[in-house]
């Protein structure tokens, strides 16, 4: 089997890392697509370094742009790669506008299969890109890999055929697993970035909290109440879309929080396993957190990662400072022993397997 990834953003580099180290172990051949959607060093190349993949065979550049320019440009250019390397199977993970574009490019060419890695999540929510990301890459594609029974039963439901399903746990216990140890042993940003004995860890980069000036405002205000409430100081890594929108609304940083910079994995792991609480609208530190024991605060109206919630590791509760300062209370005296519905961490094994088996 040939196998071509293409990918582009900061977790499907992290998400995709232990299938691509599962290749290069089990020597399957195979190259990197990277449409360069994230281009920046904190979001993309330090990445490569820290989870020492190799160099992308080819790279896109694509950049930042409206949905449109940005998806269409990545389906020319991944086409062309794809007609010179001729692959097998092309692998997408998630839901980005880069899989879209994997998937549409891969899909339409003889001789070349998809295979969609974390299928089958729906937050139900169409006004998200990647809401319509997901169900259309489903739709198209020839492998599915859901992490769960539930994302499984989600895409039987939509007729799709179970002989294309194989249900393989989330990539990212995989990752979690492989880089745990060796952030307890190497990371320094406890000290580097002088945090408290005890803080809360926040994100928040989605499209629907920051790019309307009064949701972010009220979600970083809601934030602040919460955690002062109980004598907890966050740390808020900074995504670029959020740092830009920022300063383009003018917003004052609130009491409490202390912005810093995008991690590098191994950090931000860290930061999550020692966290007292974790708030943000990512879809992949809602699955850590559940995987770490840190109990989280989910800052949107929906979620396509219900398993968390059904463990009792995350609750889903908008920005409104009510809603979160009791979700809070509440989440700060459960205990943590809730058991990780994600799987055992062979995922990318199983997807292989699943790929060399046909
Ligand atoms: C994208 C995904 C989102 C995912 C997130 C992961 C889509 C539609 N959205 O959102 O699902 O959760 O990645 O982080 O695919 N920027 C930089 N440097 C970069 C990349 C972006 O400064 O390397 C800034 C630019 O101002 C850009 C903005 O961030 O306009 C948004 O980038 P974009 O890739 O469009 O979406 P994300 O918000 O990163
Ligand atoms: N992450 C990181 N450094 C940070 C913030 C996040 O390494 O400062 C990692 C995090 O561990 C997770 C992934 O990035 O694996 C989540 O990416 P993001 O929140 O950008 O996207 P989403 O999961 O929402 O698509």
Redesign the pocket.
Known sequence: TTLNFVLGT??EI?KLSPVIRACQRRDVSFSLTHTGQHYSDELDSVFFEQLDLPIPDHNLAVGSGSHGRQTGEMITEIESVLQSTRPEVVLVQ?DTNSVLAGTIAATKMDGIEVGHVEAGLRSFDRDMPEEINRRLADHAADYLFPPTETSRDQLLQEGLPEEWITVTGNT?VDAVQQNVEIAHEESRVLSELELDEEFALL?A?RAENVDNRDRFRNLLNSVSKAATEHDLSVVY?I?PRAAKRLSEFGINIPEGIKLVD????LD??LL?DKARIVFTD????QE?SCILQTPCITLRDNTERPETVEVGANRVVGVQPDDVARAVREMLTIERNWENPFGDGTAAEQILDAIENE
Not at 262 to 265: G, H, L, N, R, S
Not at 282 to 285: C, D, E, L, P, R
Request: proline letters at 14%; hydrophobic letters at 30%.
């Open positions: 900061r977790p992290i998630g990212i994100t980069h890594p995504h995008p991690q590098e994995f931000f792991l999550e990512s879809g992949g530190v850590e």
